[in-house]
């Protein structure tokens, strides 16, 4: 159900709830170290966040309508490192990431239907191969994108 926000269980502790508050929507490290790499690889010129693409994609090239979406593998739960459910409210986390992972298919799809290329890329991913991410962002301009380091969910 899109827009549905659940309840946040209490904290299990107070250094729960600092780690929780501590986390980031947008300028995570990952991002910021993928960015850091396109401005240095000669593909700056992106917008961060932007309103107008559907889905607010983390970067985008809005002439070469091309949307990256930087996954956090914790938050999305990604195929390759698969988190592990917290001990705490495991019924709570397990909807959670659903939700998440669904949102993300919705936003893809909004923007591939308008004509966009989407690459979603990992966290994972931008520390193990940061260089191959960014030669799927340059090689992207004009095909559609789902390899080269680079891995969709859906």
Do not use: Q
């Not at 693409?53 to 593998?73: E, N, Q, S, T």
């Not at 490192?81 to 705490?88: D, E, G, I, M």
């Amino acid at each position: 159900m899109p827009g549905l926000k659940l309840p946040n269980p209490p904290p299990s502790s107070p250094a729960v709830r600092n780690v929780m508050r501590a986390n980031r929507a947008r300028d995570t490290g990952p991002e910021l170290r993928l960015r850091r790499a396109l401005r240095n690889a000669g593909l700056g010129g992106y917008r961060l966040n932007w309103k107008k693409a559907p889905g607010r994609p983390d970067i985008a090239y809005p002439g070469r309508k091309l949307a990256i979406f930087v996954h956090g593998c914790y938050w999305h739960h990604c195929p390759r490192c698969y988190p592990n459910l917290p001990r705490s409210n495991p019924e709570f986390w397990a909807r959670k990431f659903e939700l998440n992972r669904d949102r993300d298919t919705r936003k893809r799809l909004l923007l591939e239907s308008d004509g966009w290329i989407v690459i979603e890329t990992w966290e994972c991913d931008v520390r193990e191969r940061l260089a191959i991410v960014v030669s799927g962002v340059a090689a992207s301009g004009h095909r559609s994108h789902r390899g080269s380091g680079s891995r969709t969910t859906g």
